[in-house]
């Protein structure tokens, strides 16, 4: 190896082992799981429709979180940058949203 | 054959090549700072879309036009290809240039599959259930919210279409995998975005 090739690396602390898929099967079924629980509970009905609505929306919310986390890498180390590039956006986007949803129909 | 820069000088490619070069770096981090843009757009979008769901102007509402079973088989289609897009990431650390192009290539079809549903509903709405763009202020915001994610698909099918040809054209590189990375990115940005769609627009307008 050149010095050339090397200072255009990373440093590598550890030996570098690459990943299964096993942890992404899980993912796909946790994912797959919390849909089924959403749409279930809009096919059942008739419970209770503010306890469906929270139940939707965190379904959706924690789906978003597990596939942000290990599909895009968001929990990984070195991801300072784009966890705060994303929080801003979804800082924006919520209280795009909150005001959408209280203000506009006062 | 001529030697470029691209290729590194040991001639085998590092473990992560998207993030073996500078550029590569720069480029994932680019790439986060757009995706934070991309969610305060579609934040807007879904913004609006609440303030003006009840808004049906004696039109059809969500609850009389929404079909469960189609939403659930496009839900569906879409988790399927994020997961084959991550498989796709893991031939490329593998560094086998076939089983990636494959990956990518199936995930391509499914997104297809997505955007045929997507299309079949659009036409059902507009020719059967007499609910246009200009209906009502609900229509509007509904095909401005669901169609601006179905072009986000679009475009991700075309983009990801070219780059699978790079990849026959110009190998698995340090120049090229950066590309690839951001790609699969970008698709389970879309997949993410959808979460929130069948679960505001589809479910939400069932329920009430």
């Known amino acids: ?106 | 054959m001529t030697t470029s820069h691209a290729e590194p000088v040991s001639g085998q490619l590092p473990h992560e090549p998207e993030k073996a070069t500078l550029e590569g770096r720069n480029k994932l981090i680019g790439f986060w700072l757009f995706l934070g843009g991309e969610t305060v757009l579609f934040g807007t979008l879904f913004a609006t879309f609440l303030a003006l769901r009840g808004q049906t102007n004696e039109g059809p509402s969500a609850n009389e036009l929404f079909h469960l079973p189609l939403v659930a088989a496009a839900t569906f289609i879409l988790l399927v290809s994020s997961l084959t897009s991550v498989f796709a990431i893991q031939a490329m650390h593998r560094g086998n240039r076939n089983a990636l192009a494959l990956w990518l290539g199936i995930t391509v079809v499914l997104g297809l599959g997505f955007l045929g549903i997507e299309i079949y509903e659009f036409y059902e709405y507009v020719v059967h259930k007499e609910f246009g763009m200009t209906t009502s202020a609900f229509s509007s915001a509904f095909y401005t919210l669901v169609g601006f994610h179905g072009a986000h698909v679009a475009f991700g099918i075309l983009w990801i279409g070219l780059i699978i040809g790079q990849l026959f054209r110009k190998g698995l590189t340090v120049v090229t995998a950066p590309k690839v990375y951001v790609s699969a990115m970008y698709w389970h940005f879309i997949d993410v975005v959808w979460v929130f769609i069948f679960t505001v627009v589809y479910l939400l307008g069932k329920v009430g």
């Open chain 1, 1 to 106: 190896m050149s010095v050339q090739d090397k200072s255009d690396q990373q440093p590598v602390k550890h030996r570098h082992r690459t990943e299964g898929p096993q942890k992404h099967v899980v993912v796909f079924i946790f994912s797959i799981i919390l849909t089924l629980i959403a749409f279930a509970a809009v096919k059942a009905g008739g419970v209770n429709t503010s306890f469906t609505i929270i139940l939707l929306v965190v379904m959706a919310i924690l789906q978003v979180f597990v596939q942000l986390g290990y599909w895009m890498h968001m929990k990984d180390k070195g991801h300072l940058m784009p966890i705060l590039f994303m929080a801003f956006g979804f800082f924006v986007a919520f209280t795009c949203i909150i005001m959408a949803l209280y203000w506009v129909w006062w």
